[in-house]
DNA sequence: CGCAGATTTCAGTAAAATCTGAAAGCTTAT
DNA sequence: ATAAGCTTTCAGATTTTACTGAAATCTGCG
């Protein structure tokens, strides 16, 4: 396989992915594409490159920018802006977690909350009450296990969870 | 908050929380109501209940059947077919996970395989290789640590894994 | 200041995803 | 065998989401 087939390929398949975690196409591919360059790309390069237009490429680089994935760069004597994405896969991946950990675990435990002072009066209120106690509880365990696991480096990961996990 | 307001919220929410996660608003919905339900539902019930039509809410149990969330009921006496989901939360995310895994994880690394052929000559082609081996990398780790928990039980995770990872 | 080069915004448009409803397909009881 | 009662399917309609392109805004240099 070429690299431009290879390149063509990944760009399509982290779009595909992205897709299915809520995550645009588009903006998946951009991180694709940036992830792939040795250097940092103007927004020209990037619409060229994915051929998508001026405003869809600038609203997809900020978006990828808020979730810490792709950072500005400046080139000196250039006025455009460029743009590098952070290229460490546990960085990338924790900054995920971080983020959608706040985005929608958080905010969903806060729902959580208020929905469990309904009066347990029936079998049904029961049932209800229930479940979201559970979902409480367990969202709160999945809370305090990405807090250790995004403080955790790399190096922890790869090796000695799997091992203790094993 | 009464029951009912409550329901509302929570069906609300759920079906929220499905789309940033590539699930649809009305699988995740029918998700929803079945896990608050004390008895099995027939299809009419969820219908009425959720206001939609008897095609949405066929191809949304029958995905969520695939996805081994809800089962099946037959009741003595009775021609139609009712829904329960599973309630247990650990093994509903068991169940997200191992499709997921299935759905996802694994292709996805298939592509990273076929990928990592592309021929390191340049700048452009050693960075591209090594974003790909990384993913790789860590799509495996992954992929094995997937595999533990979800044949861990309930238990472990709240409990030992807890401990273990602080 | 004024303007050239660049970015941001957003109304309108296009594309994708989802839903509807009616018809076709099953299943079971008689 | 057939009819009633359910379930499944799917073409077309609807809704939602994403994209375009051009105008507005910003930035900093002469």
């Not at 792709?70 to 006025?79: D, I, S």
């Given at each position: 396989?070429?690299?431009?087939?290879?390149?063509?390929?990944?760009?399509?398949?982290?779009?595909?992915?992205?897709?299915?975690?809520?995550?645009?196409?588009?903006?998946?591919?951009?991180?694709?594409?940036?992830?792939?360059?040795?250097?940092?790309?103007?927004?020209?390069?990037?619409?060229?490159?994915?051929?998508?237009?001026?405003?869809?490429?600038?609203?997809?680089?900020?978006?990828?920018?808020?979730?810490?994935?792709?950072?500005?760069?400046?080139?000196?004597?250039?006025?455009?802006?460029?743009?590098?994405?952070?290229?460490d896969m546990w960085e990338v991946v924790k900054c995920i977690i971080t983020e959608r950990k706040k985005r929608e675990l958080e905010p969903m435990l806060k729902i959580m909350d208020e929905l469990s002072s309904v009066p347990e009066t029936d079998e049904r209120s029961e049932a209800f009450v229930k479940v979201i106690r559970d979902i409480k509880l367990f969202g709160s365990k999945a809370d305090s296990t990405l807090d250790t696991l995004t403080k955790s480096d790399s190096n922890w990961f790869v090796g000695t969870f799997m091992k203790m996990i094993r």
């Open positions: 396989m070429t690299l431009d087939e290879g390149k063509q390929k990944f760009l399509q398949s982290w779009g595909a992915l992205g897709s299915s975690w809520g995550i645009n196409r588009t903006m998946a591919q951009i991180h694709a594409l940036l992830l792939i360059s040795p250097e940092a790309l103007s927004a020209d390069e990037i619409m060229d490159e994915l051929m998508i237009s001026r405003g869809n490429a600038n609203m997809n680089i900020r978006a990828l920018i808020d979730w810490g994935l792709v950072y500005k760069e400046l080139k000196a004597g250039e006025r455009k802006e460029f743009f590098v994405a952070e290229k």
